[in-house]
T-cell receptor
Framework: KAGVTQTPRYLIKTRGQQVTLSCSPI?????VSWYQQTPGQGLQFLFE???????NKGNFPGRFSGRQFSNSRSEMNVSTLELGDSALYLC????????????FGEGSRLTVL | KQEVTQIPAALSVPEGENLVLNCSFT??????LQWFRQDPGKGLTSLLL?????REQTSGRLNASLDKSSGRSTLYIAASQPGDSATYLC???????????FGKGTKLSVIP
């Protein structure tokens, strides 16, 4: 059974650009959540989607957005990139919200220059 | 606001030693607690999940305990091996929200 797949794995952008990251959950999993990991702040919750609806959002500016498609795949977008957006962005999936165990992908490492 | 603390931030032990990693949280109204492992530059691997009604979970050489009333969890690793070297993260899910709140992790080095 394939795990959570995130693409791209690495990317470099410049300030002011925008970026879109993709996450394909484990087959049969319908809940997808996103986290940002930085050395200073650690892992912070961005948002969670279930059945194409955002169920919860963390304390991030509106430049961070996301969506989920009918096949449960999810994308997150960051607009007007800032240097501080450099981070590892991790996606996690579970069969449904509150299912218990979360399964994480390898992450997308974003560097903003 | 839930806060999760992990002590120590780093730990170095000789191979074969038994060790305990600590995790504390400020709000005892949790839904579950999960321990993860993260290797450098990689994603998170789930190790153990403890529901709020449980006291402990075991998997192989790993044992995690939960004391909700005191806001503490421990991860016990028996007979440590160099392959156990990684950062171990504790995360709690609140009773009223879906999101996980993570600690900053304990970086474990097992010396051969």
């Amino acid at each position: 059974k394939a795990g959570v797949t995130q693409t791209p794995r690495y990317l470099i952008k410049t300030r002011g650009q925008q970026v879109t990251l993709s996450c394909s959950p484990i087959s049969g999993h319908r809940s997808v959540s996103w986290y940002q990991q930085t050395p200073g702040q650690g892992l912070q919750f961005l948002f969670e989607y279930f059945s194409e609806t955002q169920r919860n959002k963390g304390n991030f500016p509106g430049r961070f957005s996301g969506r989920q498609f009918s096949n449960s795949r999810s994308e997150m977008n960051v607009s007007t990139l800032e240097l501080g957006d450099s981070a590892l962005y991790l996606c996690a999936s579970s069969p449904y919200p509150r299912a218990g165990e979360l399964f994480f992908g390898e992450g997308s490492r974003l560097t903003v220059l | 606001k839930q806060e999760v603390t992990q002590i120590p931030a780093a730990l170095s032990v000789p191979e074969g030693e038994n060790l305990v990693l600590n995790c504390s949280f400020t709000d005892s109204a949790i839904y579950n607690l999960q321990w993860f492992r993260q290797d450098p530059g990689k994603g998170l691997t789930s190790l153990l999940l403890i529901q709020s009604s449980q006291r402990e979970q075991t998997s192989g050489r790993l044992n995690a305990s939960l004391d909700k009333s005191s806001g503490r969890s421990t991860l016990y690793i028996a007979a440590s091996q160099p392959g156990d070297s990684a950062t171990y993260l504790c995360a709690v899910s609140g009773a009223g929200s879906y999101q996980l709140t993570f600690g900053k992790g304990t970086k474990l080095s097992v010396i051969p």
